[in-house]
């Protein structure tokens, strides 16, 4: 968990911690509950932000330094981004949200550099 930080921002960090365990490049399924982690994959929005350097057409682009990372890595995997809902009974997302919720609730969290003030 971490401090100060927010939803869309963990669920970069999940991508990006699970990518960064491969030591090969592989052919990954990315399941995740966040379509505003697999609509940027599945929609464009990646490419998009990148030509128009790192701004989307609604003006800031947030997040910009965890999506830099995410697309570096994702370079070197054959990434498939599987959007699935959150809380209907998917055995993983729901494991997932558990863990989530008790490291958020926990302590010793960590800081969020990137969003402190």
């Known amino acids: 968990g971490y401090v ?6 963990m669920e970069l960090m999940a991508a990006i911690v699970g990518l ?11 399941y995740s509950d966040s379509q505003y982690l697999t609509n940027a994959f599945n ?5 998009n932000w990148k030509k128009k350097g790192w701004k989307r057409s609604g003006g800031e682009l947030l ?7 995410l697309d ?15 809380h209907a009974g998917h055995p993983e997302n ?18 969020d550099e990137i969003l402190q003030d």
Not at 4 to 9: S, V
Not at 43 to 47: F, I, R, S, T, V
């Open 43 to 47: 929609q464009g929005w990646l490419e």
């Open 72 to 86: 570096l890595l994702t370079k070197k995997h054959d990434c498939e981004f599987i959007w699935v809902k959150g």
């Open 63 to 69: 997040n910009t330094d965890l999506w830099k990372k």
């Open 20 to 30: 960064e365990k491969l030591t090969k490049p592989c052919k990954v399924k990315l």
């Open 94 to 111: 729901e494991r997932c949200d558990v863990l989530a919720t008790t490291a958020a609730d926990g302590e010793n969290l960590l800081i």
């Open 4 to 9: 100060k930080t927010t939803n869309n921002r």
